[in-house]
Structure formats: C-alpha cells, structure tokens
C-alpha cells in the first residue's frame, strides 16, 4: 500500500477536504448517525413515549443518513482510486456500497412509522383495530429487520475499513 504522501493526496482525482480525503472525515458522521437513529427508531417501535417525544427527528436523521451514504461511498470511491487495487480496500468497498439499501429502507420505516402513529393509527384504531394492529406489528417487524440489518452491515463495514487501514501493522 502507498503511503498516504503529499502528493496522493493533491491527485485531482481524490475528494478532498482542506487537503484531507473526505471519506475518513465523513464516515465518522455515518458511523455515529446510523446507529443513532436506528436506536431512536427501535425506541419509537417499542416505547410510545420516546415516539411521542422523538416526534419526527427519527425520520429527520433517517434523511440526514440517506443522504450522508452516498456522499461517504462516494469519497471512498475516490480515496480507493486514488490508493490503487488492494484486496482489503476492495472488501470495505463492497461492504459499503451494499448500505444505500439499508439506508433506504431505514428512512422509509422511519418516515412510515413517524407518519403512521401521526395520522392514521388513531383513527384507523377506531374505524378498525384490527387493522390498526396489523399496520403497527408490520412497522415493528420492519423496524427490528431494518435496524438490526442496517447495524450487521455497518459493524462488517467498519471492521473492513479497520482491517484495510491498520490491519497491516505489527501486533
């Protein structure tokens, strides 16, 4: 692997930010917000309190993480460019490309339940409880598929990159 040197780092092909690759800066984000809002979201699914305190701010930071992925894949595309074929950078690649689903899905079960226990489980309560039961197991379902789906990729993403960055130094 090529040391990270000042002039890898000037290649015009790396995302950059005051003259550091993006990706190591805005990962951080993603690494903190993700498990952040999957916990807000398991909260909201189990304990109607937190939902009613947490409100939209779920589906808020589901948004901010849909649109951090991508710019964060995006910055480690470029870092990987730029640092050349190496088999560990290649896995950590592969694993992060594989979250914008999860990031998908994360928001659209975050925005359903926000938007479900906000305008229709009371009165489809009333009309039908049936129902009503069967929207709120569906979301609890997905939000515990979701969440725990989303935290496996992100611990096999990390991991991947630690192994990628420091897995070659001596123990």
Known sequence: MEPMTPAVLASDDLIQVAGLPLHPLIVHAVVVLTPLTVLALLLGT???QARR???????LGAALVL????VTVAAG???AAVLGP???VARHQGF??????????LFAVAAGQWAWFRYGDERVRRDSPG????????LAVAAVVVGAG???LLVLIGDSGARAVWGGLPS
Do not use: K
Not at 53 to 59: C, K, M, Q, S
Not at 67 to 70: I, S
Not at 97 to 102: N, S, V
Not at 131 to 138: K, M, N, P, Y
């Open 67 to 70: 649109v951090l992925v991508p």
């Open 46 to 48: 189990f304990w109607p």
């Open 53 to 59: 305190r947490l409100g939209i701010v779920t589906a």
């Open 96 to 105: 992060g490309e594989m979250l914008l689903p999860w990031a998908v899905a």
């Open 77 to 79: 595309r470029s870092l």
């Open 86 to 88: 190496l088999p560990a």
């Open 150 to 152: 989303t935290m496996v």
């Open 131 to 138: 129902a009503a039961r069967a929207v709120r197991i569906g």
